[in-house]
């Protein structure tokens, strides 16, 4: 069964780091694009990065210059830096991944359980 684990979160003062990471786990033939998105209390799911697997990055507005995805494809894992965090940072992050279950050119993509990041101000 594929999994995506999720690590890190919880609570920093304002101007705080913290770092996420998750690890995809199971059986599969690769991973594409991996990204991370967050839900903030009483508010919908937005993106906030994505790195494919070859490096190329994407960041939402609000957190470019403060957040820093990356990866590592031997292990199966990828990774959100945060940095100088603000209280509208505050949410529920969630790791996401295309994974390819089999040879071909349909993936699944996966979420991990979300891990919650609460930023004080």
């Known amino acids: 069964q594929v999994q995506l684990v999720q690590s890190g979160g919880g609570l920093v003062q304002a101007g705080g780091s913290l770092r996420l990471s998750c690890t995809a786990s199971?059986?599969?033939?690769?991973?594409?694009?991996m990204g991370w998105y967050r839900e903030p209390p009483g508010k919908e799911r937005e993106f906030v990065a994505s790195?494919?697997?070859?490096?190329?990055?994407d960041y939402a507005d609000s957190v470019k210059g403060r957040f820093t995805i990356s990866r590592d494809n031997a292990k199966n894992m990828a990774y959100l830096q945060l940095n100088n965090l603000k209280p509208e940072d505050t949410a529920v992050y969630f790791c996401?991944?295309?994974?390819?279950?089999?040879?071909?050119?349909?993936?699944?993509?996966?979420w991990g359980k979300g891990t919650l990041v609460t930023v004080s101000s």
């Open positions: 199971g059986r599969f033939i690769s991973i594409e694009t």
């Open positions: 790195i494919t697997p070859g490096g190329s990055t």
């Open positions: 996401s991944g295309k994974i390819f279950l089999v040879a071909g050119p349909f993936g699944y993509d996966y």
